[in-house]
């Protein structure tokens, strides 16, 4: 099984990336590292990072969104394009990720 190829080249992530705190943006890299180095399957069953389908939206071109812890007080919002996780955007109040 491949590793997971992440996308960080959306600008709505970039710049939510970007404002976050010192410590913060540290910790959102630190799982961006772990994510690289899972399978698909291992990023699914993974109990921190909470991997979840969002059901009331959907991408531009009608893909399924999913959401993942990245910190305890963000989440993010990503597509999976093949092997690509292309994330889209963070949310420090995780109810507005969905």
Not at 8 to 24: A, W, Y
Not at 85 to 90: A, D, G, H, P, V
Request: aromatic letters at 10%; one cysteine or more.
């Amino acid at each position: 099984m491949s590793r997971i190829l992440l996308d960080l080249n959306n600008p709505i992530f970039q710049q939510d990336l970007f404002v976050l705190q010192k410590s913060e943006a540290l910790a959102v890299l630190k799982i961006l590292r772990k994510v690289s180095q899972l399978t698909w399957e291992q990023l699914y069953k993974d109990q921190g990072l909470k991997w979840e389908l969002i059901r009331s939206k959907q991408g531009k071109n009608g893909e399924k969104l999913y959401s993942l812890r990245v910190t305890q007080k963000c989440r993010a919002v990503a597509v999976r394009e093949g092997d690509y996780l292309r994330f889209l955007s963070l949310h420090s109040d995780h109810d507005s990720a969905y």
